[in-house]
C-alpha cells in the first residue's frame, strides 16, 4: 500500500514510470499472487549504503557466488536503466543456471527495481514470485528492511522454499558487504569515492535524485 498525505500528491502510476509495464513484459501476473511472509532485519549501516548497494551488481561475482550462477551478471549482458525515480536492473538466465534453485516456470529472466528513495522490488526466474519493502533509516549507522513475499496460487511448497532459502543466502551476503562498507567510511579514512560510469550507473542516478531532494 502506498500513501502520500500530500493534497497535491502525483498520481502513484506517474512514481511507479514504467515498472508495472516492465513486470507485466516479463510475464508476471500480479493479479495471482498471494501473500506468503513478511522477512524483517535491521542492518548496521546507513540506509544509503543499503541503498547503494541494492542499485549495482557489479559485486554480485564475487560476493553471490550462487546469484552468479543463477543470471548472467556480466556488464555486457546485465541491463541497468532509469525512468524517473525508478532504477531497474534486468539479469539473464544462464544456460543451464540455477544449480540450486530449479528455474524452469513463467518467469524467463530476473527484475531488480529500486523507487527512490527506498523501496526495493525483486523477481527472480522461475515460478510466479516478486517481494517489495523499503530500506527506513533508523539513525545514521543503523536501517530496517522488511521485504514481503508473494508467490503464485499455483506455486508448491518446495519451489517457495528454494527461493527462500536462496534469498537469504545473498542477504547475509549483502549483509557482511554493507556493514563492512558502512565501517570503512565511519572510519573517515576516505574523503570521497569514484563510481565506475558503466557498473555503477544506477548509484549514481540514485546519488543525483538525492543531491536534488536535498536542494544541493
Ligand atoms: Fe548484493
Redesign the pocket.
Known sequence: MFVNAERDAEPLADALGSMPAQVAELGLDVDDLVFYTRWETEVEANWKIVCE??LE?Y??QV??PQ?AEMLDVSADAYALSTDGRLSSQRGPTREGGGTTMHLDGELPRSQFHFLWPNLGVNIFPGRPNISIGPMVPLTPDRTYRFLDYFFGSEVDQAWIDELMAFDDQ?GK??RV?VEGVHRGIASGGLEHGWLMGRSEQLIGHFQQLTREALGA
Open positions: 548497494n541494492f551488481c559485486h554480485c560476493a553471490h546469484l545473498v551476503e549483502d558487504l
